[in-house]
């Protein structure tokens, strides 16, 4: 059975940084897209980063630019989202997930996306 496992959350301070990873089970990510999400209680779910495995292209938006990458670990079963200057809007549950069919560019749409890890804590305290 597929299944996606987000690690790497926990409490941290205003500036600090954090890097999460996204480990697959029962595939490799080969050249599928792969998208980071965040969700705070009480909002939507958004999107924070993206990577396309097949050729290491990232997207951010504005929002985490500057302070969010993304990027694939050699063997293609584990992305990592490293963190930096995080601040206490940072503050939600982070999520990964995979878009289904491969060569597909990678988006901040959360439709696109069909298999979901369980989601990684991340607290930034002021």
């Known amino acids: 059975e597929a299944q996606l496992v987000e690690s790497g959350g926990g409490l941290v301070q205003a500036g600090e940084s954090l890097k999460l990873s996204c480990a697959a089970s029962?595939?490799?990510?080969?050249?599928?897209?792969i998208g980071w999400f965040r969700q705070a209680p009480g909002k939507e779910r958004v999107w924070v980063a993206c990577?396309?495995?097949?050729?290491?292209?990232?997207s951010v938006p504005d929002y985490t630019k500057g302070r969010f990458t993304v990027a694939v670990g050699s063997a293609r079963d584990v992305v990592f989202l490293q963190m930096n200057a995080l601040e206490p809007e940072d503050t939600a549950t982070y999520y990964c997930?995979?878009?289904?069919?491969?060569?597909?560019?990678?988006?901040?749409?959360?439709?696109?996306?069909?298999?979901w890890g369980q989601g990684t804590q991340v607290t930034v305290s002021s």
């Open positions: 997930a995979v878009h289904p069919a491969p060569y597909v560019m990678c988006s901040g749409y959360v439709p696109d996306y069909e298999l």
């Open positions: 990577l396309n495995v097949r050729d290491g292209t990232a």
């Open positions: 029962g595939f490799t990510f080969e050249n599928h897209g």
